[in-house]
């Protein structure tokens, strides 16, 4: 089995402390999931595909190739949830209607207006567009938010309590930022969590990594993509099964 990405940036303290302490089994899914895509807008993958430091030149919040790579990894994952019938939620941001988001108020002012000059007028108009290749369809909920978690201060929690979902899986970026808020929210209003290894990013590889890691360790059980789409169809036969019995 390949070691897990995270593996690479343990000390030999923390791996001994893990294989005695660490996690020893999934937590588990349950059987009403939904997908959740987080923040798979312009302002973080940019108009075009370029490598990271490349792109910052022009849009210092960009992800760089890593994010478009988790994008066409995340086309497969929507495809396998439209497929089996899972509810599909998309998370942006909010920054209209004169709202003001979460990195402005927390004393960023100056650095996000210094970035913003940088950036060309059709991204900053398009910034919280999801991208088109995983941009929803009709019937798929979007939320939109004005801070790091997808449950504080929208309707998520309560569209998931009147759908009956009891299992999240999400992806999305950061790892370290919107998708950690919203994994720890999550699991904080008790829904089981998932995270899909390939198809989340963040702009360094050792915060993406590390927060795997804390995320698997505390909150989630972190899977790859065909684990993803394997549990769906297992979901799918199993609702089959049950309504063929009834």
């Known amino acids: 089995m ?36 987080i923040d798979f807008y312009v302002g973080a993958l940019g108009l075009t595909r370029q490598p990271l430091m490349e792109q910052i030149k022009t849009h210092p919040g960009g992800m760089g190739l890593e994010g478009w790579e988790a994008v066409d990894r995340t086309k497969t994952l929507l495809e396998a949830a439209r497929t089996y019938g899972i509810p599909v939620i998309h998370v942006t941001k909010l920054d209209r209607d004169n709202v003001v988001g979460w990195a402005s108020r927390t004393g960023r002012n100056k650095q996000v207006a210094q970035s913003e000059a940088k950036m060309p007028e059709e991204l900053k108009r398009r910034s919280a567009e999801i991208v088109s290749e995983v941009a929803p369809i009709d019937g798929e909920l979007v939320i939109r938010k004005a801070a790091p978690s997808a449950f504080n201060g929208t309707v998520l929690p309560y569209m998931l309590q009147s759908w009956g979902i009891d299992t999240l899986i999400a992806c999305g970026e950061s790892t370290s930022g919107c998708v950690r808020s919203t994994v720890v929210d999550g699991t904080t209003h008790s829904f089981k969590m998932g995270v899909v290894e390939e198809c989340t990013f963040d702009r360094t590889e050792m915060s993406h990594w590390v927060n795997l890691f804390d995320l698997n360790a505390k909150y989630a059980d972190v899977v790859k993509l065909n684990e993803a789409v394997a549990y769906f169809e297992q979901v799918a036969a199993a609702r089959e099964g049950s309504l063929a019995g009834a």
């Open 2 to 37: 390949t070691a897990p990405g995270w593996e690479k940036f343990m000390t030999e303290r923390d791996k001994v402390h893990d294989q005695a302490r660490g996690k020893k089994a999934p937590f588990g899914f349950g059987s009403k999931p939904a997908l959740l895509l």
